[in-house]
């Protein structure tokens, strides 16, 4: 890219982000949400539940229009076809390649834990044994994102970050590992609001988008429910390991939300009225779909919708976000309305009637 071509980006970005800060906090007073949800249990039992579609060989304008405009999930299975990190990347890969390095770990909430041995780390991780979904460690500790400096942040979102000296993990994975993954195929190559590309393509490999990471986790490990933090869409790329949770629907991002986090009545004895009232509601939005994601698969999280997300087995992906031109306009209201993302204090996997009911439709989509 040319000098003016990334400086043209560079500007862009900066105007984008001050136009949504000013545009969010001049609507922060007016930003409602329901801080208690009466109706959690009858929502969650009668919103529709199904698993995440699984598609191959799809085109960027049928991606575009299926799911990426519609808000729909989907796994793209063969989406890792041409990335090299498919046969490259495992935890001795990394353990060599980058073993001697500190990072610093989070927990499921994304608060940074402690410093340990990236070698260590890996090797403790990489053998654990696969678990179910539902059963959690509490204290499986994740690799996510190893920050740097505000000034080289910056500098690598313009795509100036092989210029860069860094000590940070993410940083330098990100410098020395780009020929082995690339833009996902069915994703456009140009015409994003978020990272700014207006002319020319974008290489989100060489310019770090909005939530870029290297992800590593335990079997058991979570990151719990939560609203990514600018509401743009994201992509989560499966190289090793599988990975399982829930997205739900836009209409039920309080009720998850107050399931999660102990401010919902979920006793079947709430007045029937309210319980008639809100599944006739209910039925036509609410929607919970469950995933399963495995290695060579790339999963697309819409823009604003909540998720929780479970480490079945020893995991590698990566991960970053982005907003293409056309849903601008529905974004940009959305967030207008809701405000920033979130994150649960507490996982919903772990609230007993909610996994009475993923475990029940397991069961019914098993038979
Ligand atoms: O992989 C995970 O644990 C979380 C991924 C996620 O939430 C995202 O990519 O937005
Ligand atoms: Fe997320």
Redesign the pocket.
Known sequence: MSFFGTTWNALGDIAMWAHEEVSIYRRSKKIQREKESRDALVRLESAEYQTVEKVTGISVAEFSERYLMKKEPVIVADGLKDWQAKQLWNFDYFAKEFGNMSVQLQDAGFKPKSNVELRTYLQEIASLPAVELGEMGNDLD?L?YTYDSFLKHLLFTWGLGHRVKTDSFSFLAFQRIQDHWQRPYFLPESGYKIPWVQVGSLHPNKRMCQ?W?L?F?APG???RL?V?GMRTN???CQVVGR?AGWIFSESLEDVVRNTAEGHADLSPSVDSSIMQQSARQGRQKDRIWQFDLLPGEIML?PKGLS?E?H?LSP?I?L?Y?FLTNAEYRDYFDFKSQRGHGWIANAPIAAVPEFERIYQRNILSSMT
């Open positions: 994740y996510r939530d990471g992800y986790s490990a979570c990151t939560h990514d994201a992509v989560l990975k999280i998720h997300v480490t995991s992906s991960t976000n």
